[in-house]
DNA sequence: GAATCCATGTAAGCTGTTACATGATTGC
DNA sequence: GCAATCATGTAACAGCTTACATGGATTC
């Protein structure tokens, strides 16, 4: 299980509360890991009984109280070694290539639109990726000073996860066009 | 819940037992969906439950017995359901980008050898998907019978989503490359 | 007046994993 | 003799989803 260590990732990055981090996994964490709210909660209370967290009523103006979660050493050391813990590339679980074999057995165009449908959610998702990119990780002048400037790790490693994502919908694109392109050999209406 | 729809799609493809199933969700369904044999068992009494599959004692020699299990009319209705349902674009789990980015907060060059480990399972899974793909998918001679031959849904449909396995770990080989060079760069020892 | 945002939670149910259990046959 | 393969299951637990619940502030 790795939502107490996205968690903690996300804590590390920025301190917040339940609310901002189910926000949080609803977009950047969100690209790699998702969690809803209650579960988020459920496991920020495990996490404070064990220590892992710290937590700190902030008092606000005309909105709710919120709870800050922040990092404490324990949950720090459970980070480093859940990092050096080897884990098994994990199993993959795709239901549109479920649906693209089981068309066999029905109307394989009937299935155009969802794969069109697909496509466009993994456009939409590589614009909003590459935006990002431009925005956080505009490519430094050669020769300038912040080409040569100290890595930092912490901007580096997001930037390297987030060509990952670029990588896998460019590729998503593609494979959904080649299915596309093969559903369409049985049509129209055949 | 898609399980399920992969089992019928998989008894479609070809009817067997519980065991059987099992192992092809160990081989080729489990290239997009995985499932144990406990799972597989208790879901496949509750399909049988529900009348979407019918079952057959087949005794063995020298094997225990087996129950073969295969589609019944009403399975295959609930898959066409299924397949005429939209289906969201599933959420992504990616454990490796959650370590990834922890690893600023902790020694990134620690995670080299994992990268490197997760890399070479890419490569092999990629070598085993070319060779199922040239055994059962040659390519015809350009103007040969085959070639001409009317097209095989539920072959074409299998190759297609054979690619996608093979797009994709080229995609995440290439990417695994990018990442231990941007580790690289925090190292050696640093 | 309705919808949305901020903020936190409970409860029920389903899915999935891990461990345990049995028992015959085949290959080393 | 030991391990692996074939074959089917039970039980306990952990993880995740969906629905329900509350309540003030802001925006349309």
Redesign the pocket.
Same mark, same amino acid.
């Given at each position: 299980?790795a939502?107490e260590h996205a968690i903690l990732v996300s804590l590390l990055e920025k301190p917040g509360?339940?609310?901002?981090l189910a926000r949080r996994f609803g977009r950047s964490i969100g690209y790699f890991w998702?969690?809803?709210? #209650? #579960?988020i909660? /459920?496991v920020l209370k495990r996490m404070q009984d064990d220590g892992w967290v710290d937590v700190r009523d902030v008092p #606000?103006q005309? /909105?709710?109280d =919120? =709870?800050e979660y922040s990092v404490a050493d324990l949950g720090r050391a459970a980070l480093s070694s859940w990092l050096h813990d080897p884990i098994e590339p994990e199993?993959v679980r795709h239901d549109l290539a479920v649906k693209i074999r089981g068309a066999a057995f029905d109307d394989p165009t009937a299935l155009i639109h969802e794969v069109e449908r697909h496509r466009q959610a993994h456009r939409d998702q590589l614009a909003h990726y590459l935006a990002g990119q431009a925005r956080d990780f505009p490519a430094p002048e050669p020769g300038s000073a912040a080409a040569q400037a100290p890595l930092d790790a912490e901007r580096e490693l997001q930037h390297v996860v987030l060509r990952g994502g670029i990588a896998y919908e460019r590729m998503m694109i593609d494979w959904l066009d080649d299915v596309l392109a093969t559903l369409a050999g049985f049509g129209p209406g055949r």
């Open positions: 299980m939502l509360s339940g609310y901002e998702t969690a809803t709210h #209650q #579960q909660y /459920r #606000q005309g /909105r709710p =919120k =709870k199993s």
